[in-house]
């Protein structure tokens, strides 16, 4: 898939609902069961994600900063967060912070492939605004890329998006995980990972969604592995299907008022805020550091 570059994120292409159909298995067995495939879970993430894009857009267009991130565009590349600089700022910065996990695991800001499968740009700009603050996310999580940090991720990225890329990484991707991380991931993560529920965040927005999968897999976890709990949970999360036409899938995604956690995390400028200690901005994002396996 394309990558990025500071000027083009978007590259339309219309599926078929045939192509669709053969695209969402495609990306999903390896994307799904190694979480760490970014080109995967990005394919995958293009082809299942728009009913939820809709709806996000509807909350971002809801508040001015929202209206304004979605004016500007902001892209994260190599030219804003240039490399030199983030290594010359404080060590307890987010700037510096995201040049350290960036610099010690090889990645690049502008490995982040470009969206092929939205509706417009709008849509498309927010998947890549997502994927594009995974990375701070992992910073302010102190989580490492391992298959089992990002399985906890990608479940805090469900709590507070509902995108089902994320929830499909977050259940399917522990199948990878050995029996101790798993008990760790239930014992440790999962408190953790109910702290981003939008509802618990702003109680008087009314945000609600389908029970968490993190009630359905502890369930799992007390059955044992070869039970099919796990799978029982994640057909009633989505269940019925949703059609790719939002007026359909509006009544099963749409909050009775904006997820204002979703707004908070994607609209944060974190490249203008680079210098601000990380501590501060964990407190003012109320995003707390993930346990230590």
Not at 18 to 25: D, G, T
Not at 238 to 257: C, E, H, K, Q, Y
């Amino acid at each position: 898939m394309r990558r990025l570059t500071p000027t083009t994120y978007f590259d339309r292409y219309k599926l078929s609902v045939a192509q669709r159909a053969f695209l969402v298995p495609y990306f999903g067995i390896t994307g799904i069961l190694d979480p760490t495939q970014g080109d995967r879970i990005a394919g995958l993430g293009d082809v299942t994600s728009m009913p939820v894009l809709h709806r996000l857009k509807r909350d971002l267009v809801s508040c001015e900063k929202g209206r304004k991130l979605l004016a500007d565009k902001p892209l994260l590349t190599s030219n804003t967060l240039n490399r030199d600089h983030l290594q010359s700022l404080p060590q307890n910065s987010l700037g510096y912070g995201y040049f350290k996990y960036m610099d010690e695991h090889g990645f690049s800001t502008d490995e982040r492939n470009i969206v092929r499968f939205a509706e417009d740009e709008d849509l498309a700009y927010i998947l890549v605004r997502y994927r594009q603050v995974h990375d701070f996310w992992h910073v302010l999580s102190d989580l490492p890329p391992t298959v089992l940090g990002e399985v906890a991720l990608k479940c805090v990225e469900y709590q507070v998006t509902g995108l089902p890329v994320a929830l499909m990484s977050g259940v399917f991707g522990q199948l990878r995980l050995p029996p101790n991380e798993l008990r760790f991931f239930y014992e440790a993560y999962v408190p953790w990972i109910r702290k981003f529920d939008p509802a618990r965040y702003h109680e008087e927005s009314g945000y609600q969604r389908n029970p968490s999968i993190v009630d359905g897999a502890q369930q799992w976890l007390r059955d044992g592995p070869n039970s099919f709990q796990l799978i029982r949970h994640l057909l009633n999360v989505l269940t019925p299907p949703l059609s790719v036409l939002d007026r359909f899938a509006g009544p099963l995604t749409r909050p009775v008022a904006p997820n204002r956690f979703a707004i908070d995390l994607l609209t944060y400028r974190y490249e203008d805020n680079l210098t601000t200690d990380v501590d501060r901005v964990r407190e003012e994002l109320k995003f707390p550091v993930a346990p230590k396996f």
